[in-house]
């Protein structure tokens, strides 16, 4: 059996540089609409009705993005959440099978490698729902219990 685990160091890069991402287009949609909002105000000051109705239609619009925005970053937080609990269940279990295989109990390190198994397909599943598939796994680890 053999298994490609991500390192924990090129996944936490992947996911900051993702957070990064996300935030700066984040700021930018805030921007965005506050210019809009700003500007619809200087249109007023200066008896300008139609173009406030114009920039406020615009910050409406861009209102939607911030909200998309932040209904994103939510998903986001919680998908990381999810890696990390993956990614520390496969600890354990890598953990439990060095230490099964270690003592001899060669039933218990099987159990432990299929749960790692099971980990590391679930951390590839959550690397991928972070939008990082493409992000290549470390060298594969061929391990025969």
Known sequence: MT?????NSAIRDSVLQQAQTQLQGAH???KTR??????AKQDLATGDVEGA???RQAAQAAQQNVLADRNALNDFRQNVGNLRGDISQRREDFQTFKSDLQSGDLAGAKA???AAHQDEKSVI??????????QPPATPVNVTA
């Open 28 to 30: 930018a949609d805030v």
């Open 53 to 55: 109705q114009q920039e």
């Open 34 to 39: 506050n210019d809009h909002v700003h500007a």
């Open 112 to 114: 432990a490698f299929q």
């Open 3 to 7: 298994i490609n685990p991500y390192s």
């Open 125 to 134: 599943s959550d690397v991928q729902g972070l939008g990082l598939s493409g």
